[in-house]
C-alpha cells in the first residue's frame, strides 16, 4: 500500500542552523500538508501547499519556513535559522479526496 | 476560536473490555470529523472519518458517533486489545475549503493491560 515517507527520521542540529526535512508524499495525491507536534502537545498545522504554490500557512508558518516541491516527487520543509522552540515532531501529509495520510515523522532537536 | 477538547486525557483498561472516549469541538461551519489513532514515536493514522450529516460510522472494532447538534463526537472501542494501546485523536477539518487544513484535539492516551 502506497504511504508518506520522511527523511530523515531524526535530526540534531545548532540553534541558528538551517534544517531541510523531506517528504515523499503518495504519487497520485495532489494536496500536502506540514504540521508540527511539540513534545506532549497537540498536532498543529503548519501550512497547506496545492498546485505548486501555498494554499493556507498558520501563525507558526513565519519568514523562517519555506516549502518547496523541487520536483514531481519531493516536498520539504525548511526551517532557516532553527530556534530551540522549533525541537519538535514534524509530519508530513499528502491527500486523496477527504483522507489525509501521515507520514511517520521527522524528529527535530534543536540545540 | 476553533476548538477541538478530548476526554479523558488519559484511560486504562483490561484487555477485552470496551470503552469510549469522547471529543467537543467549536468549529463551525465544519466539513468533517474524523478520528485518529497516534502511535507512540508515529504519524497518526485515519480510522473514520463524518461528515456532518452523519451520525454513526464503524472501522471493525471502532465505532464513531456524532451528534452535529450539540457539536460532539465519540469513538468506542469493542473488545480491546493491546493493540489499542495510543493516543486517540479527534480531528475537524476547518471551514469548507480546498486547503483541507485539520484542527486536532489534544488526544485521549489509551493503555490496554492484560
Known amino acids: 500500500e502506497p504511504e508518506v515517507t520522511q527523511t530523515p527520521s531524526h535530526q540534531v542540529t545548532q540553534m541558528g542552523q538551517e534544517v531541510i526535512l523531506r517528504c515523499v508524499p503518495i504519487?497520485?495525491?495532489?494536496?500536502f500538508y506540514w504540521y508540527r507536534q511539540i513534545l506532549g502537545q497537540k498536532v498543529e498545522f503548519l501550512v497547506s501547499?496545492?498546485?505548486?504554490?501555498?494554499?493556507?500557512k498558520s501563525e507558526i508558518f513565519d519568514d523562517q519556513f519555506s516549502v518547496e516541491r523541487p520536483d514531481g516527487s519531493n516536498f520539504t520543509l525548511k526551517i532557516r535559522s532553527t530556534k530551540l522552540e522549533d525541537s519538535a515532531m514534524y509530519f508530513c501529509a499528502s491527500r486523496q479526496e477527504e483522507t489525509q495520510y501521515f507520514g511517520p515523522g521527522t524528529r527535530l532537536l534543536v540545540l | 476560536k476553533n476548538q477541538v477538547e478530548q476526554s479523558p486525557q488519559s484511560l486504562i483498561i483490561l484487555e477485552g473490555k470496551n470503552c469510549t472516549l469522547q471529543c467537543n469541538y467549536t468549529v463551525s461551519p465544519f466539513s468533517n470529523l474524523r478520528w485518529y489513532k497516534q502511535d507512540t514515536g508515529r504519524g497518526p493514522v485515519s480510522l473514520t472519518i463524518m461528515t456532518f450529516s452523519e451520525n454513526t460510522k464503524s472501522n471493525g472494532r471502532y465505532t464513531a458517533t456524532l451528534d452535529a447538534d450539540t457539536k460532539q463526537s465519540s469513538l468506542h472501542i469493542t473488545a480491546s486489545q493491546l493493540s489499542d494501546s495510543a493516543s486517540y485523536i479527534c480531528?475537524?477539518?476547518?471551514?469548507?475549503?480546498?486547503?483541507?487544513?485539520?484542527?486536532f484535539g489534544q488526544g485521549t492516551t489509551l493503555q490496554v493491560k492484560p
Open positions: 504519487s497520485n495525491h495532489l494536496y
Open positions: 501547499f496545492y498546485n505548486n504554490e501555498i494554499s493556507e
Open positions: 480531528v475537524v477539518s476547518a471551514p469548507p475549503g480546498n486547503t483541507g487544513k485539520l484542527i
